[in-house]
């Protein structure tokens, strides 16, 4: 029985969990080409990049939002990519592979942050793209009517179901009105369908993960100074073994929440198995502890 486990130790977000799953040695060509299905290549960028993070190697991949040359030369309306705003490329679009040369990378990692200049080059100029919200019926049917296989669109819309319905109860209003401005539309939609993807390639026997790691203090977001878990965060995290250790800030998303409790059985703090395969997903902070998701799979012991 092949095990998939997250070793959730420095939290998880949508960008991390893409980086460990791809660097369990999948075909990025072909996740890439899976990716296109969506027809979203001219609303973003995608990059998937060796890093380091505290001597740790793994895969930093980040989604850039593309917007309109004219939107750039004006008052600058950021969407608000802040769940994994970190950076990925437009499968169909570029795709950028290479090694990082000094392994750190820019903390852009704000989730519910209120986006700055300092965050714009989460943004690429494009001429004739202008970035879009979408409510979760739009993504619904975006998903629905893409060429993606049934397994990876039941499997993403479950996941984004989860998601919406946590933040429509933080908000209170219906689920299907919920509109991913905080939790970015298409960095989420890319997250989610890329971990889908990730997961049918591999092909799980069973998916666990450990006790999670969330992080402290307070957030800056759209609505004011939240407290460490954000409120959706901890909604999606309800009946999850979690933590607080050697960090302060943000360390799980509502993307990465969402994976969790939507595609694991099971939180331990290690399942009986034999590892044949580790990943490391570099998130964009630095800590105490290496900020990463490492998943490991592997053959189950017999009992």
């Not at 390639?201 to 609505?223: E, R, T, Y």
């Amino acid at each position: 029985m092949k095990i998939l486990y997250f070793d959730c130790f420095s939290g998880i977000s949508g960008d991390m969990t893409l980086g460990a799953l791809l660097d369990l040695g999948l075909d990025q060509q072909s996740f890439l080409r899976e990716l296109d299905k969506l027809g979203l290549n001219k609303e973003y960028e995608i990059e998937i990049k060796k890093g380091i993070k505290k001597g740790i190697t793994g895969l930093d991949v980040t989604v850039r939002i593309l917007h309109s040359h004219e939107e750039s030369h004006g008052v600058h309306s950021y969407l608000h990519v802040n769940d994994d705003a970190h950076c990925k490329k437009g499968a169909a679009g570029k795709f950028l592979q290479e090694k990082s040369d000094d392994g750190h990378h820019h903390d852009d990692h704000h989730h519910y942050g209120e986006h700055t200049h300092a965050d714009s080059h989460a943004h690429v100029h494009s001429h004739d793209v202008v970035g879009v919200e979408r409510d979760f019926r739009q993504i619904k049917e975006l998903i629905e009517n893409s060429e993606l296989s049934q397994s990876v669109k039941d499997m993403a819309l479950k996941i984004f179901e989860k998601l919406a319905m946590a933040e429509g109860k933080i908000h209170g209003i219906p689920y299907e009105q919920v509109h991913f401005h905080e939790v970015g539309a298409v960095d989420s939609i890319v997250d989610i369908v890329g971990t889908a993807i990730c997961i049918d390639m591999l092909k799980p026997d069973v998916i666990m993960a450990s006790p999670v790691n969330v992080g402290g203090g307070f957030v800056k977001c759209q609505h004011g100074i939240f407290p460490v878990p954000a409120p959706a965060t901890l909604e999606l995290l309800k009946g999850i073994p979690i933590y607080s250790q050697n960090a302060r800030g943000e360390l799980v998303t509502p993307t990465g929440a969402a994976i969790l409790s939507t595609l694991c059985q099971e939180f331990v703090e290690f399942p009986s198995m034999v590892v044949e395969k580790i990943g490391y997903g570099l998130g964009k902070r630095d800590h105490e502890v290496p900020n990463c998701l490492r998943v490991c799979w592997g053959e189950a012991l017999k009992k």
